[in-house]
């Protein structure tokens, strides 16, 4: 499936009992090309805390596997976990418990707490721009999403994303990229304009981590009766 398909079946209401088999047969096939001595799995180490494995990538669209795993060692932040997206997000939570944490972030001219930092993306390179424009941030709205169930942000709402209930969970994430937005991230006031590699993890971890992945999605099954 693609973009369109998934979020079609998002849209009519029957997500839960087509999706976590497609991402089942995803997982499979990168496993099966790593045992049979493939490339090297594609999956990412996001500074946000998740295991970023990419399906596809078309124009302005974009789908991924989104999997928070202890199998994998997080990727060290330069900046904060509040940040906001340049692109639409419909997101299917294969497992686990996910609290999206929308937040409150305003100029201030005194007092300030961070700033606002531009980021980049290319060749998996984030180039994070200090722009100095100071800010202070504040929890507002929570929402909570389980398994089966999905959720959307749309671009430009600043949030942090919480793993509830232990330390998996999986998601499918689709972007469309909105017009004349930008991915923002909250940081220091003190960090100036920095690059960052994104890195893979070692490969052992991944595989282990893409089984173990594998193996929660069919105990969702499971449990939901399928």
């Known amino acids: 499936m693609r973009y369109e398909e998934i979020r079609e079946e998002i849209r009519a209401g029957t997500a839960a009992r087509t999706l976590p088999a497609w991402a089942e047969g995803v997982l499979g096939e990168v496993l099966d090309g790593a045992a049979a001595g493939g490339p090297p799995v594609p999956a990412v180490r996001h500074p946000l805390g998740f295991l970023c494995l990419p ?18 060692r997080p990727a060290p932040s330069t900046t904060s976990p509040v940040h906001c997206h340049s692109w639409d997000l419909v997101s299917f939570v294969l497992y686990g418990t996910v609290r999206n944490v929308r937040m409150d972030v305003d100029d201030a001219s005194g007092g300030a707490e961070q700033q606002i930092f531009e980021v980049v993306s290319q060749d998996g390179v984030d180039e994070l721009t200090a722009t100095g424009r100071a800010v202070r941030c504040s929890p507002g709205p929570s929402s909570t999403h389980r ?30 990229q909105a017009p004349g937005g930008g991915d923002l991230s909250l940081g220091p006031l003190d960090v100036p304009t920095h690059r960052v590699r994104r890195s893979h993890s070692d490969h052992g971890d991944t595989v282990r981590a893409l089984r173990r992945s594998a193996r929660r999605i069919a105990a969702a099954h499971c449990s939901a009766g399928r």
């Open 55 to 72: 399906v596809e990538r078309s124009g302005d669209l974009g789908v991924c596997l989104h999997i928070w795993t202890p199998e994998v």
């Open 147 to 176: 398994t089966g169930e999905s959720y959307t942000l749309p671009a430009g709402v600043f949030h942090s994303t919480l793993i509830e209930d232990g330390r998996d969970a999986a998601t499918i994430a689709l972007g469309r």
